[in-house]
């Protein structure tokens, strides 16, 4: 069976095609400014030249319409036609707490992420037309979601509740949820081949570091913590997100700088983290750059971003009471050994020992950890892709 994976944003479509007899990817490609002039479609079939197509699309129907020209063209499609895409994958970001599991997309589950909108209003809906506008074009294939937050599900209480006013739980499903699930899951699972041992006796670390940045703590097959929360905005300094602060600085900016809750929101999502602390950029390469030609508020915020990471690093060794491995994956885990360099730094006291020359590594899988490290310390590649299409093809076999 082949497999289409489609992962919608608000200006945007990815997708991929999934050979599922050897899991192979038969083509990859991106849709960007879909409803923005000047909309491009970038096609990458296996083995062969890439191909850039510009048409202003007004939709994500169009998007996706485009999307199915370019898989079935003769010279650079990857099928011969649309009726051998067996199933399509999409990823949605929040599942709420309905979904701790992939699921194949009818009228229930497309109310739940629809009733999700609220707590992700940036994700959520086009998430959603993504799905709609796949299934208007393929009626007669199972179309599969699959949640950034289900595999968190697994957390207790203990972790995921806030101590707030307990209605705030009860009325607004206000607890932590926790994302980037598909990319934990997948290196946590790899990480357990590694190690040798079988998954739901190992105790795990992921650090799922790209342009948005989470942890999570994995005991027994479980998170048993993550470092996001009740949306992407909380945990570890990113991009442009804060990440943790005291809740009473969102108040006090928001009357010195005469800001509206959306104002606000815009603030700490977009404007903060490390390129609201460094003034550089988002981008963790300039700001790496800067800092090593001696850009001062570079290094400070290099120096606060790698600080609330070790942070984590404790916390959750606290919480699993030990740790068998470490595991750096996304844009700046798997291809930054500087940034990895200095956040294993000192960590010696918690069985924590990075070797320097192993861990000169980009985006290969890898133990980079010293031989007497008590705790390994995995470089591997994410595949979320690869996650979405396994559920939707194992859903749509048993239809
Ligand atoms: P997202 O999917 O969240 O947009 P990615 O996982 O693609 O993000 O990661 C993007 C980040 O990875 C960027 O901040 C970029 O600077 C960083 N990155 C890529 N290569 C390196 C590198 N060699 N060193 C440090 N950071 C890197």
Known sequence: MKVLVVNAGSSSIKYQVFDMTDESVLAKGLVDRVGIPGTTLEHKPAGKDEVVIKKDLPDHTEGMKLVLEVLVNPEYGCIKSMDEIGAVGHRVVHGGEEFAKSVVVDDYVKKVIRDCFDIAPLHNPP???????????????????????????????ANF??????????????????FHGTSHFYVSHRAAE?????????????????????????????????????TPLE?????????????????FLMEKLNMNAQEANN???????????????????DILEAASSGNERAQVALEVYYNRVKGYIGNYIAKLNGCDCLVFTAGVGENGYDVREKICENLDYLGIKLDPEKNKVRGKEVDVAAEDSKVRIFVIPTNEELVIARDTYNLAKAQ
Do not use: W
Request: proline residues 5%; charged residues 20%.
């Open 127 to 157: 998430n959603l037309m993504g799905i709609e506008a796949c299934q208007a074009l393929m009626p007669n294939v199972p179309h599969v979601a699959v949640f950034d937050t289900a595999f968190h599900q697994t957390m207790e209480p």
């Open 267 to 285: 603030y700490f999502n977009k404007k903060s983290g490390m390129l609201g602390l460094s003034g550089v950029s988002n981008d963790l390469r």
């Open 194 to 230: 590694m190690l040798g041992k079988p998954y739901e006796q190992c105790k795990i670390i992921t650090l799922h570091l790209g342009n948005g940045a989470s942890m999570a703590a994995i005991k027994d097959g479980k998170v048993v913590d993550t470092s996001m929360g009740f």
């Open 235 to 251: 945990g570890l300094v990113m991009g442009t997100r804060s990440g943790d602060i005291d809740p009473a600085i969102v108040f």
């Open 161 to 178: 509740l806030y101590a707030l006013p307990y209605e705030a739980y009860e009325k607004y499903k206000v607890r932590r949820y926790g």
